[in-house]
């Protein structure tokens, strides 16, 4: 498994360009949580009605 490859590298710390910077105990932890994710279901995205309700929330926050 690929994870366990990246897990054998030893890395104490992992830097992304569009995450945080993991450090420690950290990287082992998100190395766990990656192995669990084929197993999650599918997220849900917000259907049209939420949207317009997010737009709506967010155009009277403006006006007050």
């Known amino acids: 498994m690929a994870i366990e490859r990246v ?10 360009c569009h995450g945080v910077t993991l450090r420690g105990g950290q990287v082992d932890s ?6 669990e994710l084929p197993y999650l ?18 155009a009277g926050a403006t006006a007050a």
Request: glycine letters at 6%.
């Open 30 to 35: 998100a190395l766990n949580l990656m192995t």
């Open 7 to 16: 897990r054998a590298l030893g890395a104490t710390t992992v830097a992304s």
């Open 41 to 58: 279901p599918p997220h849900e995205w917000p259907g049209q009605a939420e949207l317009d309700a997010i737009h709506e929330a967010m």
